[in-house]
Every structure is written in structure tokens, then in C-alpha cells.
């Protein structure tokens, strides 16, 4: 009963949630070159900038410098399979949680309700 009616559609709407994350853009410093000026704070004259990264509660989708177009997600960018297997293990936590949630108080309303 479980298995079919609960764990199941929790799993794939945390998966979907989970790959719906990588639209939530958030912004790390990342190193983009080493041709920038040379100053005492960079003696080697590493240039960084603010480079996206998608997914939420872990970026798993991350802004590659070596690889992809400088400031925009692709396929070809860095793909941190624990970050994506972690989120998915959250949402599906939430979603299994929330209906396990909604079947106890449906049971204990529907039980109320034949009592009267």
C-alpha cells in the first residue's frame, strides 16, 4: 500500500522537482583565466568572475570556464551527480512526508466523520 500509493509518486515528484532546481541560478566566483594584471593581492594573475550555477538546496549544474560559453548553463558544464542525488533525496523526503501527512489526516477526518 505504501509502495504504490505513496513512496512511488514521492520519488518521481522529487525527481522532477529536482530537475526543475537547475532553474533556480545562483552565482559563485569562479576562475575564468589567467591573463589579468598582476598585483600584489594576485601574483598570478588569475582572473575571476561571477559564473552560475543551477540547482537548489545544491548547485549540481555548475558553470564550466574550460568547456562552455563564459556565463551560461549547458550540458557541457560540470555535473556534480552527489549535489543531484542529494536534492533529489530531499524532494522526495518532502513529497512522501507531505502525503503520508495528507493520508493520516484524510483517515482520522474520515473516521471523525463516521463517528458523528
Not at 552565482?27 to 543551477?54: A, D, K
Not at 574550460?66 to 558544464?77: A, T
Amino acid at each position: 500500500m505504501w509502495g504504490k500509493q505513496i513512496i512511488v509518486p514521492g520519488v518521481l515528484c522529487g525527481f522532477m522537482l529536482t530537475i526543475l532546481s537547475v532553474f533556480l541560478i545562483t552565482q559563485f566566483e569562479g576562475q575564468v583565466g589567467n591573463v589579468c594584471e598582476r598585483t600584489t593581492e594576485n601574483p598570478y594573475g588569475i582572473c575571476y568572475q561571477m559564473l552560475p550555477q543551477g540547482g537548489w538546496p545544491y548547485p549540481y549544474l555548475i558553470d564550466s570556464n574550460g568547456s562552455s560559453v563564459i556565463g551560461q548553463l549547458g550540458p557541457e558544464d560540470q555535473w556534480d551527480k552527489k549535489a543531484f542525488f542529494i536534492n533529489w533525496l530531499i524532494y522526495s523526503a518532502i513529497m512522501i512526508s507531505a502525503a503520508a501527512t495528507r493520508n493520516y489526516y484524510k483517515k482520522y477526518y474520515d473516521k471523525l466523520q463516521n463517528t458523528r
